[in-house]
Nanobody, 119 residues
Framework: QVQLVESGGGLVQAGGSLRLSCAASGRTKGINAMAWFRQAPGKEREFVAVANWYGTTTTYADSVKGRFTISKDTWYLQMSSLKPEDTAVYYC????????????????WGQGTQVTVSS
């Protein structure tokens, strides 16, 4: 079992920055990818970013490319130039498939952290 705990969410004004972290513990052997997803009210959970376990390969959703950065260091998601449409609950996820954007590719999920961007 792998436990994931997100932190760092909050309220920020449009144009601001926020850093989310994901603490992973437990049996992490076999985990090849760490990812971030988000879910806005009334919408489906969507892919945001993914990195391989070594942090050497990263992939981003088009909507966040150039504004968000995922890093192996505490598996943080650095978010800059935030927009009101970035408002959502953000989840970190871990799984064995490298680079996948599919929810089903991830075996472990955190409880989520709320990010609210005001206009």
């Amino acid at each position: 079992q792998v436990q994931l705990v997100e932190s760092g969410g909050g309220l920020v004004q449009a144009g601001g920055s926020l850093r989310l972290s994901c603490a992973a513990s437990g049996r992490t052997k076999g985990i090849n990818a760490m990812a971030w997803f988000r879910q806005a009210p009334g919408k489906e959970r969507e892919f945001v970013a993914v990195a391989n376990w070594y942090g050497t390969t990263t992939t981003y959703a088009d909507s966040v490319k150039g504004r968000f950065t995922i890093s192996k260091d505490t598996w943080y998601l650095q978010m800059s130039s935030l927009k009101p449409e970035d408002t959502a609950v953000y989840y970190c996820a871990a799984g064995g498939v490298i680079g996948s954007r599919r929810l089903g590719a991830y075996d472990y999920w955190g409880q989520g952290t709320q990010v609210t961007v005001s206009s």
